[in-house]
């Protein structure tokens, strides 16, 4: 049975990992990023629902009244 030949692995992983690298690199720098990013402030808005104006009450089935 022929063994398997790993003496090309080493070469083929570090040039993997070089390439990657190098193509990660190439597209961190050729995003844009922000020059002077500043926090905006959100208008909170209100949210009219049906049941925000009614008044319910929710009834526990143990505090019912008992028969």
């Known amino acids: 049975m022929p063994q398997l030949d790993t003496s090309t692995w ?30 905006t402030t959100m208008k909170a808005t209100k949210h009219m629902t049906p049941w925000s104006t009614k008044w319910t009450k929710i009834y526990s089935p143990l505090s019912l009244p008992q028969r």
């Open 10 to 39: 080493f070469i083929t992983i570090l040039s993997m990992l070089l390439t990657l690298y190098i193509i990660m690199q190439l597209k961190v720098s050729k995003h844009m990023y922000f020059q002077n990013p500043e926090p």
